[in-house]
C-alpha cells in the first residue's frame, strides 16, 4: 500500500491535510481508519494533469467520457456508511479514476479483495494505471457490466458509484450475510438518495437512507438503458 507523505511537495501535503481537517471538522470524516486512508492515498494521482491543481477542493472533477471523480466529501460519506473492515472482500461498482478503489483497498488491506468494475474501457485502463502506480496494483480492475455484479463471491461490502432506480438484484443477491450495499438510489438522473442497505441473518434487508446525493448513472441490465 502506498504512502506518498515522504515525496509529496509541502504545498500538497498541506492542501491534503487542510482538506482532511476540513472534512473532519464538518463531520464527513469520523473513523480513525478512513483518515488514514485518505491521508495516504494521494488524490492528486487520481485526476487528469490538468486539474491536479483542484486535487483537494471539495468539489466533483471530470475525468473524461462524460465520468467524475466524486467531492471528497460524498466519498467520504459513502465510506463511512460501508464499514469496511480489514479482510473484507469489496466489490466497487464504477472504478472512475481508481481513487475510490485505492482508499477501499487501505481500508480492507492485502488480506482482503477489492474488485473493481468499469464499463468503459477507457477508464478502466486509466484507474488500473494509476492504481498500479500508487501501489495499488493488486487490486483487480475488470471491464464490464457493473449492474451484474460480480458472480461467484460473497461479497462483504458492495459500493456503487452510480445512480441506479433501486439496488441490481445481482448485487443483493452476491451480498454476504451482514454485509452493506451503499448506492445511490433515484428516479432520475440528477438527484437521488444515498441509500445503505444491510443483509440481515434470516435473509431480510434493512434499508437506511442517509440524503441526497447526485450521481451519473448506472448503466446496464439492472440500471439505466444503454
Not at 44 to 56: G, I
Amino acid at each position: 500500500m502506498a504512502d506518498f507523505s515522504s515525496t509529496d511537495n509541502v504545498c500538497v501535503k498541506e492542501e491534503r491535510e487542510r482538506l482532511i481537517n476540513s472534512l473532519s471538522a464538518w463531520g464527513y470524516l469520523r473513523s480513525r481508519e478512513i483518515i488514514e486512508a485518505f491521508r495516504k492515498v494521494p488524490r492528486e494521482e487520481f485526476v487528469p494533469e490538468k486539474l491536479r491543481a483542484s486535487a483537494y477542493e471539495d468539489t466533483p472533477l471530470p475525468i473524461g467520457y462524460g465520468q467524475t471523480i466524486s467531492a471528497p466529501s460524498m466519498i467520504a460519506i459513502m465510506l463511512e456508511s460501508l464499514q469496511v473492515k480489514r479482510g473484507h472482500k469489496v466489490l466497487e461498482i464504477g472504478t472512475g479514476s481508481g481513487y475510490n478503489a485505492a482508499l477501499l483497498a487501505e481500508l480492507a488491506g492485502r488480506e482482503g479483495r477489492v474488485v473493481s468494475i468499469e464499463r468503459i474501457p477507457e477508464l478502466a485502463k486509466f484507474g488500473r494505471e494509476n492504481l498500479r502506480r500508487t501501489g495499488y496494483g493488486w487490486v483487480e480492475v475488470k471491464v464490464g457490466n457493473g449492474s451484474l455484479g460480480y458472480p461467484g463471491v460473497s461479497w462483504d461490502r458492495i459500493l456503487l458509484t452510480a445512480c441506479a432506480p433501486q439496488i441490481p438484484k445481482p448485487l443483493i443477491e452476491q451480498l454476504a450475510v451482514g454485509g452493506r450495499i451503499g448506492a445511490p438510489v433515484g428516479t432520475n438522473y440528477l438527484f437521488q438518495t444515498w441509500t445503505v442497505v444491510e443483509k440481515c441473518e434470516d435473509g431480510t434487508l434493512k434499508t437506511e437512507e442517509m440524503g441526497g446525493c447526485s450521481f451519473v448513472p448506472l448503466l446496464g441490465k439492472y440500471g439505466w438503458k444503454l
